[in-house]
């Protein structure tokens, strides 16, 4: 089992005990020029004297990428897996790349999580039907930041935060700055910002707002940490409040309570799955976004975001952390 990924998931696939190895690409980030997206098209050519001397059987395609599709034609792959439906923002909009695909899964476009579209295309293929789990990277040796900021203080809460995600999913500042502020009034908790370096300047900004209000502890881990180094994190945090993100993803393997916030990225198909995720989801779910210029095109930017109330955040914080003994 190869796996073609971008370079940002090195360290989750290696340590994943099922896949025998990896193909990094440099993909190119929502809203790059379409000139990046060629020469990253290009970069991603040389790796083809390697994976036709792999000899691969088959090459299963999860997402909508024509990149990969002439990517394994080139590599002359025989089989071409990929799904004969896709989800899209219309129902039973039929995937364009279909026609170059051998073998054909059908999925029911609009009526399926994404996680789980990715499952159906590779149980349908091998004819795999069971409860079986998707196997994760273990993060327990991941404890660095763990036994920094969260094992010397036990006495406190902790709740780590993601006020921001890669692409138009932002939650106000002076919003997540008032739960803070309110939380920190009733409980003596530690907060933790996670994320990557695409929210690094909106931490830098709630720092700040938070740093204006006495008995508020907050510590700045955007892009301070590994993938799985925030999985061990989240893994000891009493709460996770987070916008639609990795990070999302990530609280909900951990299995611990988390604060999922939603907006223009609708949940039906995105959400993190965990019973233990109370969704917070005000928006219209529309996506209709620009994703040349970042801005969404019926309201102000992010608007979606924007209309989840802070009391609402507020209320199933206090509703986890009362269940806690400290």
């Given at each position: 089992i190869t796996v073609l990924a971008p370079k940002p998931l090195k360290e989750l696939i290696e340590n994943n005990p099922i896949i025998d190895e990896a193909i990094y690409s440099d993909y190119p980030k929502k809203g790059d020029s379409k000139i990046f997206s060629i020469i990253n098209l290009l970069k991603n050519f040389l790796h083809i004297p390697k994976i036709i001397s792999s000899h691969f059987d088959a090459c299963i395609i999860l997402t909508h990428s024509f990149a990969t599709v002439i990517l394994a034609k080139l590599c002359f792959i025989p089989h071409l897996v990929g799904a004969k439906l896709r989800i899209a923002t219309k129902d039973n909009a039929i995937d364009t790349h279909a026609k170059y695909y051998t073998d054909l899964?059908?999925?029911?476009?609009?009526?399926?999580?994404?996680?789980?579209?990715?499952?159906?295309?590779i149980r349908s293929y091998f004819n795999i039907y069971n409860n079986a789990l998707p196997v994760l990277p273990c993060a327990k040796n991941y404890d660095r930041v763990t036994k920094e900021f969260i094992y010397p203080y036990r006495k406190f809460y902790h709740v780590g935060v993601c006020t921001q995600g890669s692409f138009l999913t932002k939650y106000p500042s002076q919003k997540f700055a008032k739960v803070i502020k309110e939380i920190s009034k009733k409980y003596p908790v530690r907060f933790y910002i996670l994320g990557s370096k695409a929210g690094l300047k909106t931490a830098q900004e709630l720092m700040q707002l938070c740093n204006e209000h006495k008995g508020v502890n907050?510590?700045?881990?955007?892009?301070?940490?590994?993938?799985?180094?925030?999985?061990?994190?989240?893994?000891a945090c009493d709460l996770t409040i987070t916008v639609d993100t990795g990070i999302a993803h990530m609280a909900a393997v951990?299995?611990?309570?988390?604060?999922?916030?939603?907006?223009?990225?609708?949940?039906?198909?995105?959400?993190?799955?965990?019973?233990?995720?109370?969704?917070?989801?005000?928006g219209e779910g529309c996506f209709d976004c620009n994703m040349d210029n970042n801005f969404c095109r019926t309201q102000p930017f992010q608007f979606c975001m924007d209309k989840i109330p802070p009391e609402s955040v507020i209320k199933e914080a206090f509703k986890v952390l009362d269940k806690i003994k400290k």
């Amino acid at each position: 089992i190869t796996v073609l990924a971008p370079k940002p998931l090195k360290e989750l696939i290696e340590n994943n005990p099922i896949i025998d190895e990896a193909i990094y690409s440099d993909y190119p980030k929502k809203g790059d020029s379409k000139i990046f997206s060629i020469i990253n098209l290009l970069k991603n050519f040389l790796h083809i004297p390697k994976i036709i001397s792999s000899h691969f059987d088959a090459c299963i395609i999860l997402t909508h990428s024509f990149a990969t599709v002439i990517l394994a034609k080139l590599c002359f792959i025989p089989h071409l897996v990929g799904a004969k439906l896709r989800i899209a923002t219309k129902d039973n909009a039929i995937d364009t790349h279909a026609k170059y695909y051998t073998d054909l899964i059908e999925i029911f476009a609009g009526k399926i999580h994404t996680s789980l579209r990715f499952q159906t295309i590779i149980r349908s293929y091998f004819n795999i039907y069971n409860n079986a789990l998707p196997v994760l990277p273990c993060a327990k040796n991941y404890d660095r930041v763990t036994k920094e900021f969260i094992y010397p203080y036990r006495k406190f809460y902790h709740v780590g935060v993601c006020t921001q995600g890669s692409f138009l999913t932002k939650y106000p500042s002076q919003k997540f700055a008032k739960v803070i502020k309110e939380i920190s009034k009733k409980y003596p908790v530690r907060f933790y910002i996670l994320g990557s370096k695409a929210g690094l300047k909106t931490a830098q900004e709630l720092m700040q707002l938070c740093n204006e209000h006495k008995g508020v502890n907050i510590y700045n881990l955007c892009q301070k940490t590994t993938l799985l180094e925030v999985l061990n994190f989240i893994s000891a945090c009493d709460l996770t409040i987070t916008v639609d993100t990795g990070i999302a993803h990530m609280a909900a393997v951990s299995n611990k309570p988390m604060i999922n916030l939603c907006g223009g990225t609708n949940p039906k198909f995105s959400r993190a799955m965990s019973a233990k995720s109370e969704l917070l989801y005000f928006g219209e779910g529309c996506f209709d976004c620009n994703m040349d210029n970042n801005f969404c095109r019926t309201q102000p930017f992010q608007f979606c975001m924007d209309k989840i109330p802070p009391e609402s955040v507020i209320k199933e914080a206090f509703k986890v952390l009362d269940k806690i003994k400290k």
